[in-house]
């Protein structure tokens, strides 16, 4: 029993270990790219036609979204996975929390999976009569990669949440050798009242 409860928690710091470990790299990789992207400055003009370079925020914000993609995925495949462990039947009573932390999560996911993959597209560099949409260049607000930064941590901490909102496995006692006194009495106990319940039946 204090084998398996060993396990259980090696099991849940390895995971918590993985989602903060993704979720910090997330985090500085769409930060840096606040600061490297593309800039006015570097948009080059030719008549009517525009230009943008290539900048560093287009491979940050890529690595960001597959690092927050990395720890929500095993956040939702750990919960997941005990949830079913619990009972037979799943029972969305019993763990609305859980569910609740769930689909917040994946909804600041989704949010920040935008921004920061709509920002790393407008720094893959935007060449003339092409540009980002329709031959015109775009260029991404300040402030957009870093807000994405704070929602995928937030997607992470609420993750993390889930993993940890998950109840515990029922255990089943049964009696052996290894049981208590006490709890071997009882078992006792309870088999002697059912063949008297049945006796008198009889």
């Known amino acids: 029993m ?11 710091l390895i995971t918590c270990a993985i989602i903060v470990v993704f979720s910090t790299a997330a985090f500085s990789c769409g930060l840096t790219a606040e600061f490297n992207k593309v800039k006015v400055k570097d948009m080059k003009v030719d008549g009517s036609l525009c230009s943008l370079p290539r900048t ?13 993609t990395v720890a929500q995925m095993v956040g939702t495949v750990v919960g997941g996975a005990r949830i079913c462990a619990m009972d037979s039947k799943f029972s969305i009573c019993k763990n609305w929390i859980a569910l609740a932390y769930l689909v917040s999560s994946w909804l600041c996911y989704g949010l920040a999976a935008v921004m920061l993959g709509t920002g790393a597209s ?3 560099g935007q060449p003339y009569r092409k540009g980002w949409m329709d031959g015109d260049c775009y260029l991404v607000k300040s402030g957009i990669f870093g807000t994405a930064s704070s929602i995928a941590i937030l997607a992470s901490i609420l993750i993390l949440g889930f993993t940890t909102a998950c109840l515990r496995p029922r255990v089943h006692l049964s009696a052996g050798p290894d049981m208590p006194v006490a709890v071997q009495r009882g078992h006792k106990q309870e088999q002697q009242l059912q063949k008297a319940d049945t006796a008198d039946v009889l």
């Open 122 to 124: 407008m720094n893959s």
């Open 56 to 68: 560093p925020a287009f491979g940050l914000g890529i690595a960001a979204v597959v690092c927050m």
């Open 2 to 12: 204090e084998k398996k409860k060993d396990d259980l928690l090696k099991s849940r």
